[in-house]
């Protein structure tokens, strides 16, 4: 039997990627900061170990991945969780955003810290962040997730050539927009959409294959990839920003 941690487990994503893996035999530990959502999303799968965790805090993120790992160990971490804002601003929302790099980005270290921990020893194990394709370019309105999700990406890709002498794998997930609790909240076009289950058996797939980058949906992703090779001159033509509609004072 294998073992994977997913931090963020209890919805959208995560969830499903939690169900997906408990369905293929593979012991699964989950990690949120309200037990009412797992109780409430996973009555049908009591094997699923959940761990009631802010991922902004480290040692105790550390200690939920520590005791979920003693049994048998740790083949697959999957950094998930993550917040974004619910409404595009001009002026950012400072606290917000620091509390945004906390968990989108100090989040991810801290459990791949706790992961290699557990994996180093082993010389074998897989991390996989979830980022998105936000991180490609810097989007209007959203500074602090495109900056936190970019990070992700560079710091992925760093671990992945520092690792591979340790027999340990690095994967960086890009979605587009998928159908989740935190895209519920966007009041912008959400082109390409897709449910969770979907993506989760697409991300599943490039865990499997152990991509180094997977990025979807492939059009959409494809499109925003080469908006981030433009000259940042054409790329803020491209975006024509003073005709985005949001209001410089709203939250």
Known sequence: MKAVFITGGTTGMGMELAKLYSQKGWRVGVCGREKSKFDEHFEMFPDIHFYCVDVSNREELKKAINDFSKPIGLDLLIANAGIGYKHKTKVPD?????KMVGIN?????????????????????HLVAVASIAGY???????????????VQKY???LHIDLKPF???VTTINPGFVDTPL????????P???????????ISRAIEKKKMVYAFPFFFSSLVRFLSILP???????????????SKDSK
């Open 94 to 98: 400072f606290e917000y955003t620091y």
């Open 167 to 169: 027999g340990i794998d």
């Open 105 to 125: 980005l100090l989040g991810v270290m801290y459990s791949f810290e706790a992961a290699l921990d557990i994996m180093i020893p082993r010389e074998r194990g």
């Open 183 to 190: 895209t519920k909240t966007n009041q912008h076009p959400m």
């Open 137 to 151: 370019n810097g989007l209007p309105g959203v500074s602090g997730y495109s900056a936190t999700k970019a990070a």
């Open 232 to 246: 940042r001159t054409w790329y803020r033509s491209f975006l024509n920003i003073k005709s985005l509609n949001y």
């Open 156 to 158: 992925c890709e760093s």
């Open 192 to 202: 390409f959409l897709m449910d969770a289950p979907k993506a989760a058996r697409l």
